[in-house]
């Protein structure tokens, strides 16, 4: 129990990969201890495309960015919301298919993060490192395309896995006390301890970066939420058919 904790607690995400595969019956396990993964009301809201093409994963890193770990990790996969299998059931059954609804969009979308990374611990448990991919978000009408994902299904974020050639310090969290209240919401002035966990962020990056400083939490967040951060997604997820009823 110990090591699963202490496991947990050394992730840090991989960028830069031996060029080593990942034994196939290894990946489909992983891929199954991801499927055991709780799955809100049995629904089972998750695909998983694993792309091979390096072509299409050449293609992808261009519409993240330029984030070449796509193209050189071992392996890539799209971890997609699905509702259309919850369609089919629909139709089998003759009877209407509510699947517009937030509540399953927020219901499938959990579903894929609780898979995605039941399967993450398991690859990090056998030496596996991977970097979860968001900006397949960046356009993803052209991601839709070009992996050909069909109506009510849309692509969440990309998971790239591979034998790590790099080995980060580990990103330190939060401190407890800010993240964990009692009982209700208990609106503490974090304020000092906030502080604190800038300096260390700062001194982190500033570390991983051969001197100097990073940038503190709180600027890094501050700069994200103040951004409009990929406000295509509405429209695009309304015409995947999730359409926040
Ligand atoms: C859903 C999700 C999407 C992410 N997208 C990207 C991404 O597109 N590119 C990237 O390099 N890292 C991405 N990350 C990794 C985060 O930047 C990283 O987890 C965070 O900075 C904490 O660092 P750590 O994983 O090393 O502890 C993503 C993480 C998550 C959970």
Request: proline share 4%; net charge neutral; aromatic share 8%.
């Amino acid at each position: 129990m110990e090591s699963i904790i202490k496991l947990l607690k050394s992730h840090t995400s991989i960028r830069k990969f031996k060029k080593q595969p990942i034994e196939e019956s290894l990946l489909l396990s992983l891929i199954e201890a991801g499927q055991s993964a709780a799955t809100s009301s049995f629904l089972q809201g998750t695909t998983v495309i694993r792309i091979q093409n390096m072509e299409t994963r050449g293609k992808i890193a261009d519409l993240c960015g330029g984030q070449t770990y796509v193209g050189s990790a071992a392996e890539f996969l799209v971890f997609c919301a699905d509702l259309k299998r919850s369609k089919s059931c629909c139709n089998k059954h003759k009877v209407e298919f509510n699947g517009d609804y937030t509540e399953q969009f927020i219901i499938a979308t959990v579903d894929v993060a609780l898979m995605a990374q039941s399967m993450v611990a398991a690859a990090e448990s056998c030496g596996i490192g991977i970097c979860y991919i968001g900006a397949i978000r960046n356009d993803p009408q052209k991601i839709t395309e070009l992996l050909n994902i069909p109506k009510h299904v849309y692509p969440v974020f990309g998971l790239c896995l591979g034998y790590p050639d790099q080995a980060p310090e580990v990103k330190p969290r939060l401190p407890l006390e800010v993240v964990l209240k009692n009982e209700v919401y208990e609106d503490l002035e974090d304020n000092a301890l906030i502080e604190d966990y800038d300096s260390k962020i700062e001194e982190y990056y500033g570390e991983r970066s051969g001197g100097g400083h990073g940038t503190p939490w709180t600027a890094q967040i501050a700069g994200l939420l103040s951004t409009k951060s990929r406000p295509h997604m509405r429209a695009f997820l309304a015409k995947q058919g999730f359409n926040f009823k």
